[in-house]
């Protein structure tokens, strides 16, 4: 059983203090703004992640996992603590390290035996040498030599399901200097072991490099079949069917090659934009990461304009968006293409009426004039067209005829692919998807597909 606290309650933090509680460790998790604390001692969850109320709950109640915001005590209280603070990006795209840095300060500023630093924070190559030092700097002044190790943990979460990626990961990347830190962080994962879960056991750098391109290489997966989906507009094709043949070959696998509006949330968008900073600054920049970017910020604009091919100008048009949040199963409107629709329509003069099972309240506070219905077949009644923006599964089962009946005109852009073109179309809507043709590799009469007959001599 090790003693640890978290610094952050965030979603990373708070998924990951529920988790190693769940394993049996004593976890103390802090956060300066008290009102949050208070929040969570009564047993709420500040944000929609599923399952973690119950694991939190049950934890509390076995005296494993605790909330406080007085940082000097939890220190001193905890042999392992856990740097889970934002890093969000610069303006140049660069991670902001400052959150880091200063708990890395108040962590050596109040230390006085062994402790074991952990960066959970998703951080570029390099931080943990700068942690290490600022550590050493701050124990110098005060005139203190206490041992403590710096150690890399990066998260693999996936929200909607991080719960069970924390219980059932893929792997576990444990970076470390010294093989007291190592022992430490292979003992509080050591449930995992009884599940054969792989342990990546190496170096700090490294363990921070897994992690940054870990997401970039997911990302650059979705920005190539968004640009095969383009391709397929222009020819007829059906990208569903070109990831498919993609995703058999097991070199390539299938996950990620989901055509849609872009990749968006907390991760992705900053991570690739760290990355792209960082490897640029060491004078490796990496083109490929740049290129991935590029293609995201492309097709996100790309959803804005499928509406207007279908309604025109958008001055005065009415138009219903399903889903506000980044992705099915969470709250977390941060980066959401959804929202970024939304705002772009409003700029052109459209009148927006969104619905989402989960996610209105925080997408409230990220748009302004918009009118929150009450249910899909609310926010349909009367709208010029329809927008899917989250393919959250109650979107999937919609009873059309009645959106159909609903709509002033039955225009429908369905940017998650989760409708059937043909079926769509011959139930008399308008309807454009990602990368999908009505009818797969074929567009025109059948006389024009022949191949032309040379003439005999």
């Known amino acids: ?53 119950e694991v939190v709950e049950r934890n509390v109640r076995e005296k494993r996992l605790s909330f406080t ?24 795209g660069e991670a902001d390290l400052s959150q880091v840095f200063g708990a890395a300060r108040t962590i050596a500023e109040q230390m006085t035996s062994y402790k074991l630093v952990v960066q959970k924070s998703t951080v570029p190559v390099g931080t943990g040498e700068k942690v290490h030092k600022l550590i050493a700097e701050v124990l110098k002044k005060r005139g203190k030599n206490t041992p403590f190790d710096v150690a890399s943990n990066p998260e693999f979460l996936r929200e909607g399901s991080a719960v069970e990626d924390f219980m059932r990961p893929d792997r576990v990347v ?10 430490i962080l292979s003992e509080i994962y050591r449930p995992l072991y009884l599940s054969e879960t792989p342990m990546i056991k190496t170096n700090v750098q490294t363990a921070e490099l897994i ?14 079949i968004n640009e095969m989906a383009n391709i397929c507009e222009a020819v007829g094709g059906n990208v569903r069917t070109v990831a498919r043949g993609m995703g058999l070959d097991g070199r390539i696998g299938p996950k990620f090659l989901h055509a849609g509006p872009g990749y968006g949330g907390s991760c992705f968008p900053k991570d690739t934009l760290a990355l792209a900073d960082f490897s ?39 138009i219903a968006v399903l889903g506000l949040s980044f992705k099915p199963q969470t709250d977390d409107v941060r980066d959401s293409v959804a929202i970024e629709m939304i705002k772009g329509m409003q700029r052109k003069g459209a009148t927006i009426r969104a619905f989402d099972p989960i996610a209105m309240e925080t997408a409230a506070k990220e748009v302004r004039n918009v ?33 159909k009946k609903l709509l002033r005109s039955p225009k429908v ?43 005999k001599k």
């Open 1 to 53: 059983m090790e003693k640890i606290a978290i610094l952050g309650t965030g979603y990373v933090g708070l998924v990951t203090g529920a988790g190693l509680a769940d394993f049996g460790n004593h976890v103390t998790c802090v956060d300066l703004d008290e009102s949050k604390i208070e929040t969570l001692r009564s047993g709420k969850i500040p944000f929609y992640e599923f399952s973690l109320g």
């Open 69 to 92: 915001s007085d940082l000097q005590k939890a220190i001193k209280g905890a042999r392992t603590i856990l740097i889970a603070v934002g890093t969000p990006p610069g303006k140049g």
């Open 174 to 183: 444990i970076g470390t200097w010294s093989k007291k830190a190592e022992q």
């Open 211 to 224: 992690k940054y391109a870990s997401n970039a290489f997911l990302a650059t997966k979705i920005s190539f």
């Open 280 to 318: 640029k600054k060491i004078g490796v920049p990496s083109k490929i990461v740049g290129a991935t970017i590029d293609v995201n910020k492309r097709q996100r604009l790309k959803m804005q304009e499928k509406v207007e091919s279908l309604v025109g100008n958008l001055k005065g048009k009415e």
């Open 371 to 403: 009118e929150f219905s009450e249910d899909a077949y609310a926010a349909a009644k009367g709208a010029d067209a329809l927008v899917i923006a989250t393919e959250w599964n109650e979107f999937r089962q919609l009873d059309m005829n009645k959106i």
């Open 413 to 455: 852009v369905d940017c998650r692919n989760i409708y059937d073109p043909e079926k769509m179309r011959a139930a008399g809507f308008q309807y454009l998807s990602v990368g999908r043709a009505m009818n797969e590799g074929f567009s025109g009469s059948s006389e024009a597909k022949k191949p032309a007959r040379k003439k």
